[in-house]
């Protein structure tokens, strides 16, 4: 089965800025749509990003955008999220998810997860 794993987290000071990081394990994922979710301690996982399988489509939540930018290497199978500006409400749990069926906002539509990366912003 396809495999995610998310690197980059820590800890960061607000204003500050983090890139995360989701390698696939296999090539095939470049057909797949890519999201971004994040979940906080006690909350519901929240959608953030999500990029197209070929790049050319994104979405953003409203409370990210300007702020956070995604994007895919698909030789690399490889998705980033550049995150800049960050928030103590950006703290979270951030987890990387693919869709074969397209782009989507909703969890549920998304087949494979990673284990997830600890984003701490602090004031």
């Known amino acids: 089965q396809v495999q995610l794993v998310e690197s980059g987290g820590g800890l960061v000071q607000a204003g500050g800025s983090l890139r995360l990081s989701c390698a696939a394990s296999a090539r095939t994922v470049s057909n797949h749509a890519m999201g971004w979710f994040r979940q906080a301690p006690g909350k519901e996982r929240e959608f953030v990003a999500a990029v197209s399988w070929g790049g050319g489509i994104t979405k953003y939540a409203d409370s990210v955008n300007g702020r956070f930018t995604i994007s895919r290497d698909n030789v690399k199978n490889t998705v980033y999220l550049q995150m800049n500006s960050l928030k103590p409400e950006d703290t979270a749990v951030y987890y990387c998810?693919?869709?074969?069926?397209?782009?989507?906002?909703?969890?549920?539509?998304?087949?494979?997860w990673g284990q997830g990366t600890q984003v701490t912003v602090s004031s």
């Open positions: 998810a693919a869709s074969r069926l397209g782009l989507a906002v909703t969890p549920t539509s998304y087949d494979y």
